[in-house]
């Protein structure tokens, strides 16, 4: 597997993978171990999809600090190509699939010649792994979706989703943790908070957690709605 270690404008430097179906994991390895170990104070990690990058503080910025860096980043690549990949926590959230939250279940079911049910079903079945947090806080993509649901976006994104939203586009599927604009298929939503910054771990999805779900009644949605 090859990759790319380089400066990206005045303060960040970062590591491109050209293998998707590997980086990703190599990524989330990288991750883990400098959450558990972290690099230097200088150096702030930044997670993506298929690459990381490093926030650096002007006293990182040096060229020998750089070559120091980029000869570090190599070590831990080749450690996290030679281990064994990451285990998050297991994780089970409620969806209500109703109609009302449910906007664009018509729209998936039309688009892949499949009933609105097997929309539901399909969804409902699959183990999701998170594979990045970002957009919004809180906002975890989940990669592992059936391939069956992978839709592309809206053409025109809604100017305004509900917080607990639950979207698919492409391959992966994500719930809005607040309201937002937003461009993805909304197939439902749930009822429990998924960011609180008042947490010691605000969010209650982290990178490399393993997310499945399990589908519950509108009474149901409500009554756990009221709990928020």
Same mark, same amino acid.
């Not at 170990?37 to 990381?52: H, N, R, S």
């Not at 994780?91 to 664009?104: N, V």
């Not at 699959?126 to 592992?144: C, D, H, R």
């Not at 910054?197 to 999805?205: D, F, G, L, R, V």
């Given at each position: ?112 010649? @499949?009933?609105? $049910? ?5 969804? +409902? ?6 594979? #990045? /947090? !970002?957009?919004? =806080? ?29 979207? @698919?586009?492409? $391959? ?5 943790? +607040? ?6 298929? #909304? /197939? !439902?939503?749930? =009822? ?37």
């Amino acid at each position: 597997m090859s990759y790319k270690i380089s400066v990206s404008a005045d303060d960040m430097l970062m590591v491109d993978f050209d293998d998707v179906s590997i980086a990703n994991e190599i990524v989330r390895s990288m991750w883990t171990r400098l959450t558990q170990k972290p690099l230097a104070q200088d150096v702030e990690p930044v997670p993506g999809i298929a690459c990381i990058g490093f926030m650096l503080t002007p006293s990182a910025c040096s060229a020998e600090r750089i070559r120091q860096l980029t000869a570090t980043l190599e070590a831990l690549i080749e450690e996290c190509l030679a281990g064994s990949p990451p285990i998050g926590r297991a994780i089970e959230l409620p969806i209500c699939y109703d109609i009302s939250f449910g906007l664009d279940l018509d729209r998936v079911a039309k688009l892949q010649k @499949i009933t609105t $049910r097997e929309v539901i079903e399909l969804h +409902a079945s699959g183990t999701y792994l998170a594979e #990045l /947090i !970002g957009f919004l =806080p809180g906002f975890a993509y989940l990669g592992g979706l059936h391939s069956t649901l992978h839709v592309p976006r809206l053409d025109t994104p809604r100017k305004a989703v509900p917080p607990g939203g639950l979207g @698919i586009a492409g $391959r992966h599927t994500a719930i809005y943790p +607040a309201a937002s604009p937003g461009g993805w298929n #909304l /197939i !439902g939503c749930c =009822p429990i908070r998924l960011f609180d910054p008042s947490k010691t771990i605000p969010c209650a999805i982290s990178l490399n957690d393993q997310v499945s779900f399990q589908p519950i009644t509108k009474n149901q949605f409500d009554r756990l709605w009221a709990k928020r």
